[in-house]
């Protein structure tokens, strides 16, 4: 086994630190109000859901009830089974479905606008969106789901996909961005921007994703350990 924390408390920055990484997971996680979000800028219902999810999280966080936000880490040993927290699961969830879900909309969507030149990423979240978020809920459900298992025992691992995703989609979405952006002060519109968005989100994509698979990015090392070694830790 290997231990993964020396300290017995995580320090108070550390806990503050995680707390508006949560606010935003949650803030973004209704898809049609983030589809607006995004279309028209922030209305009343943002704010209010804003607000909503602030006290609900600064409440958890203060009883210590969140990932990270925790007084004392949960999981010190890789390869220790111990039973998931259930704020754990809904939490992590939740994340996946902020980094699967809306990265895998802006693929579609340019894919199609650098067929058609029709740019449909608002309407399929409409189409789409919730179809896909419940695919990661049965997920987890179905004990598929990376830090959202029902054990820790894999958590060397899980954690690592975890971060290769955060890695791989939050660059991605930044580069198509500023594809889209620079292609409007050189006069491209249309298709021909639409296809250079889809070379360069799927180049960044593919680098990235390259570079977590091969554990050089933070946190992206992973760490495996054989059945006999999870028991003998468990002991």
């Excluded at 067929?115 to 459900?141: I, K, S």
């Amino acid at each position: 086994m290997k231990k993964v924390v020396e300290r017995e408390r995580n320090k108070t920055h550390y806990r503050v630190l995680h707390l508006p990484i949560w606010i935003w997971v949650f803030w973004i996680l209704p898809g049609h109000l983030t589809a607006a979000l995004f279309q028209h800028g922030p209305d009343r219902r943002h704010w209010f859901w804003l607000a909503v999810i602030t006290v609900v999280l600064a409440w958890r966080g203060w009883l210590g009830r969140l990932p990270g936000v925790e007084p004392k880490p949960y999981v010190t040993y890789w390869g220790v089974h111990q039973p998931n927290l259930w704020y754990r699961v809904l939490c992590y969830t939740a994340a996946w479905i902020d980094l699967l879900v809306p990265f895998s909309l802006n693929a579609i969507g340019i894919v199609i606008a650098s067929v058609t030149g029709t740019w449909l990423v608002p309407q399929l979240y409409d189409w789409l969106y919730y179809p896909m978020a419940l695919v990661v809920v049965l997920a987890t459900v179905l004990d598929w789901t990376p830090r959202a298992k029902r054990s820790t025992r894999y958590e060397g691992a899980e954690r690592a996909w975890f971060y290769v995703a955060i890695w791989t989609v939050v660059p991605t979405q930044l580069v198509s961005w500023a594809a889209w952006r620079l292609g409007g002060p050189l006069g491209l519109a249309g298709i021909e921007l639409a296809r250079i968005r889809l070379v360069a989100f799927f180049v960044a994509a593919a680098f990235f994703l390259f570079l977590g698979a091969k554990g050089r990015l933070p946190r992206t090392a992973r760490y495996h350990f054989a059945e006999g070694d999870a028991v003998a830790a468990s002991v």
